[in-house]
């Protein structure tokens, strides 16, 4: 759903990225502490406002790194491997490479993230009381403020419904009950779509009233909408996917160029014929060498074409994305995540057996879907 962030390193171990998107949430909350603080205490000068609005607005992010770094921790301690965390604009999300195995676990990572928030407020109200001759009176306000606003997203993630914690928790009773994780993934979706259409039709009557900040209400709604439809997509696909092989997916077989293929012949006999857009490169003595792509093609100015050969210009076996044919499924879905084309190569020994690219995933998922095979049992 997001992309095209940077990495803040590693916190207790664990990645931490932030989107681009993030910038948008932190300018505005920068913003409103600033103006809070110039409001409520009209004697300071503003370079100390906006002092105080950044760093009560850098407190915050570091309260939803906390929050979501619960989460991680907690997976990590059950045995459940954390690729990392991102920020985007309307919090956070921790990636793992597998689900969790029991409703217990289930459970636990889930609850552990609104408790962290609701404990953070505890020490921000605790800094405002236990400071009162030491601090300003300024930097307790923020602490205070810091108090609810941690106290307020811990309550709100408890919502029962997807993507917030509340949902996780919900999927677990329900998981533990009915010892289906898909029916319980299910109900959480339903909740979420709830809770979402709930704060959509919250803003619009906001709105109507002649209150625009009811925008920011629909704006939540439609993000928890959209973001609740994918999640529970995504769980009914990983549960698709377990058992499930490189070999299951691949495009097989494959029309092979030879090195002695001019860029010319590749596009007029091979990428103007079959709807690839990627083809391996063969040796003199059949055995393949590379793999030459669209994007290649392109980066070749037209009027090199008839010269230049496309062993010169394939990505090279040794550095592209491969997979051997019984890899699991997974690993394929993390290689395709890291893989600039969204490619990765099946592999039979030496031998490029299959390709699969993202679209081939969509399209396995996609007649799955017509199928029944997404719906519960």
């Not at 990495?7 to 171990?13: E, F, M, P, R």
């Not at 307790?140 to 949902?167: C, E, K, Q, S, T």
């Not at 994305?321 to 490619?343: F, I, N």
Request: overall charge negative; cysteine-free.
């Amino acid at each position: 759903m997001f992309g095209n962030g940077f990495s803040l390193g590693k916190w207790l171990g664990i990645e931490v990225t932030v989107d681009r998107s993030w910038f948008i949430i932190a300018l505005l909350l920068a913003w409103s502490f600033y103006t809070l603080f110039e409001v409520t205490f009209t004697e300071i000068a503003r370079a100390a406002a906006i002092l105080l609005g950044l760093g009560t607005a850098i407190l915050f992010f570091v309260s939803v790194v906390l929050h979501e770094l619960s989460h991680s921790l907690m997976a990590r301690r059950l045995g459940i491997p954390v690729e990392g965390i991102t920020l985007f604009i309307f919090g956070g999300v921790t990636k793992t490479s597998q689900e969790s195995r029991s409703a217990r676990e289930e459970f636990a990572i889930a609850v552990v993230g609104p408790i962290t928030s609701i404990g953070l407020a505890g020490v921000f109200w605790s800094l405002v009381n236990l400071t009162g001759d030491v601090l300003p009176a300024t930097v307790r306000y923020g602490f205070g403020h810091l108090g609810w606003i941690n106290l307020a997203l811990g309550v709100f993630n408890m919502l029962p419904g997807f993507p917030l914690d509340g949902g996780r928790v919900l999927r677990s009773f329900i998981w533990q009950i009915t010892g289906s994780m898909d029916r319980a993934t299910k109900a959480a979706t339903t909740g979420g779509k709830v809770i979402a259409s709930l704060l959509i039709g919250l803003g619009l009557l906001e709105v109507f009233g002649g209150n625009l900040g009811g925008l920011w209400y629909a704006a939540i709604g439609w993000f928890l909408f959209s973001a609740a439809a994918v999640s529970g997509q995504q769980m009914i696909i990983r549960r698709l996917f377990e058992g499930m092989v490189a070999a299951d997916v691949m495009s097989p077989r494959l029309v092979a160029l030879s090195t002695g293929t001019t860029v010319q012949e590749a596009v007029d006999d091979y990428f103007l014929r079959f709807d690839h857009s990627a083809f391996p490169v063969h040796d003199d003595e059949g055995t393949t060498s590379g793999i030459l792509t669209l994007r290649a093609v392109r980066q070749v100015p037209r009027d090199q074409w008839p010269i230049i050969q496309v062993w010169s210009v394939m990505t090279r076996l040794d550095d592209a994305p491969k997979v051997a044919v019984d890899a699991a499924l997974e690993e394929v879905m993390h290689l395709l995540d890291e893989s600039e084309e969204h490619r990765v190569l099946v592999m039979n020994g030496r031998e490029v057996v299959g390709i699969i690219t993202s679209r081939d995933v969509a399209r396995w998922v996609r007649r799955s879907d017509e199928l029944g095979l997404t719906e519960p049992e």
